[in-house]
């Protein structure tokens, strides 16, 4: 079973920056989209942002538009999330996610914190 793992996250001040990283254990893994999605406490999961493998297409969520900017590297199956002007709204568990052609999220990392202080 492929993993993912989360790095990048930290403690920072409002307005900063952070670049986070993700990456899969197989590098010949065959994803077709990867995105990262993240739990505020005592919230649910939400999406931030995807990047299809095949198209380059990106998405993100209305409340990161203009701020985060989602890249991949496919040759080593890395994802990154580079998140500019943070706000505390923005502080929470951030979660890297895959899924191969047809099918779901069904690959995740354990999450890496982000902390964005007022």
């Known amino acids: 079973q492929v993993q993912l793992m989360e790095s990048g996250g930290a403690l920072v001040q409002t307005g900063g920056s952070l670049r986070l990283s993700c990456v899969a254990s197989?590098?010949?893994?065959?994803?077709?989209?990867m995105a990262w999605f993240r739990q505020a406490p005592g919230k649910e999961r939400e999406f931030v942002a995807s990047?299809?493998?095949?198209?380059?297409?990106?998405n993100y969520a209305d409340e990161v538009k203009g701020r985060f900017t989602i890249s991949g590297d496919t040759g080593k199956n890395m994802e990154f999330l580079q998140m500019n002007s943070l706000k505390p709204e923005d502080t929470a568990v951030y979660f890297c996610?895959?899924?191969?052609?047809?099918?779901?999220?069904?690959?995740w990392g354990q999450g890496t914190q982000v902390t964005v202080s007022s």
């Open positions: 197989d590098r010949t893994f065959n994803f077709h989209e």
């Open positions: 990047i299809n493998w095949d198209s380059g297409s990106t």
């Open positions: 996610a895959g899924r191969r052609f047809g099918g779901k999220f069904d690959y």
